[in-house]
């Protein structure tokens, strides 16, 4: 049986399109403008690149589609199946997607954003997990800005086991 290619989005972000946004945070900097707002762009494109290669879709996430839960969470939708996921679950990224991006930003000043790098950097610290929104209130004080070594560590750091 012949086994179909699939073709790629022209919307699929790509290798050349993180390079844009890292080229785009360098030159907004440079006018003055915040990293704060610089940053979004690329933010949301190391998001869906890591997405995509991780298997997933284009889409915003939802608790739907995340594969890890913690404890309490899973615990919270068996006592309660039916509650709406924004009352009672937030879809975490292990590492804040802002340190991610800046991450991808460091290999970009370092001439060293290719796909081996950044598929690496995924591998390493992108991981989304389903968390209650009350473990999302612990992180948040505990974890917010700092960076960790690895999602789990900081997971850990704020007492959200899995």
């Known amino acids: 049986m012949e086994q179909k290619k699939l073709r790629k989005s022209k919307n699929n972000v790509q290798i050349k399109h993180l390079r844009l946004a ?91 954003l290719n796909e081996k790098t950044i598929n690496a950097l995924v591998n390493r610290y992108w991981k989304l997990a389903v968390i209650t929104l009350q473990e999302d209130k612990r992180l948040n004080r505990i974890a917010r800005s700092k960076m960790f070594n690895t999602p789990e560590e900081r997971w850990s750091e704020a007492g959200i086991k899995f």
């Open 22 to 112: 890292c080229r785009h945070v360098e030159e907004m900097t440079k006018e003055n403008i915040t990293k704060n707002h610089a940053i979004r762009i690329l933010e949301l494109f190391t998001d869906v690149y890591a997405k995509l290669y991780m298997g997933g879709s284009a889409t915003p996430h939802h608790i739907s589609q995340v594969k890890l839960w913690s404890k309490e969470a899973r615990k919270l939708q068996n006592r309660y199946p039916k509650a709406k996921p924004q009352n009672h679950f937030r879809v975490e990224h292990g590492t804040p997607r802002r340190e991610f991006a800046s991450m991808v930003l460091n290999l970009y000043k370092e001439n060293k």
